[in-house]
């Protein structure tokens, strides 16, 4: 069975410091990860996807992950926080060939001036 | 842990008809959410209640309309269903903020 793992339900840094978020993942056969983010009474919005093509995804506004199967591990960064990049991240996993998305419970990041 | 439980899992319907999803939060959670995902697109918000209220409203249809009971199951109503309807609505629960998303339940009008 598949399932997500976000580590720590909030996370707090400084603007123009480093943000990392992690995220987890058990799954039997090779998987498609996604990170989303949410901005408060909206939808999630796609960062980016690891699809098995590379394993450094870049996403939008500046965010990247990288997928380790070793470490089983799909950790979202990048280099220096906005304060526009506080809002709530969601990990999600979907079985490569099927539609079931899981997504893991989210982490919200603060971001201080 | 008990999930997010939601019911069916698959739905096949005509044009026009209707279309009633259930969604099941997790025990003491407060908060229900709706959203649709289209092929290909992001999940987008629909709608959301707390404590048996509408707390916040998205893009959803007036041909849609959703409640919350008293056991805080959560009912989505589809009307009218178009061909656009076809999608992927996720429920999600949350308590003290932290949200958990349902598996889903596949809506494929034809």
């Known amino acids: 069975a598949q399932s997500v793992t976000q580590l720590g339900s909030h996370v707090s840094v400084s603007e123009g410091a480093l943000v990392l978020l992690r995220c987890n993942y058990s799954s039997s056969v090779p998987p498609y990860l996604f990170w989303y983010v949410q901005y408060p009474n909206q939808g999630l919005q796609l960062l980016l996807k690891?699809?098995?093509?590379?394993?450094l995804v870049k996403g939008i506004n500046g965010f990247e992950a990288e997928f380790k199967k070793s470490e089983t591990s799909f950790h979202l960064t990048k280099p220096s926080a906005h304060m526009s990049d506080a809002a709530e991240y969601f990990c999600?996993?979907?079985?490569?060939?099927?539609?079931?998305?899981?997504f893991g419970a989210g982490t919200r990041l603060f971001v201080k001036a | 842990a008990a999930g997010v439980i939601q019911s069916p899992r698959h739905l096949i319907k005509e044009k026009r008809e209707t279309a009633t999803l259930k969604c099941y939060p997790i025990p003491r959670h407060d908060t229900v959410y709706w959203y649709q995902q289209g092929p290909g697109q992001d999940p987008q918000f629909l709608i959301s209640?707390?404590?048996?209220?509408?707390?916040d409203k998205g893009s959803i249809p007036d041909r849609f309309s959703a409640q919350q009971f008293s056991d805080y199951h959560s009912e989505l109503n589809m009307s009218s269903l178009e061909l656009g309807d076809s999608a992927l609505y996720f429920c999600a629960s949350s308590s003290r903020g932290r949200k958990f998303f349902g598996p889903g339940t596949r809506l494929t009008v034809l």
């Open positions: 209640f707390y404590e048996k209220m509408q707390s």
């Open positions: 999600a996993v979907r079985m490569t060939g099927g539609f079931k998305t899981i």
């Open positions: 690891y699809t098995s093509a590379a394993t």
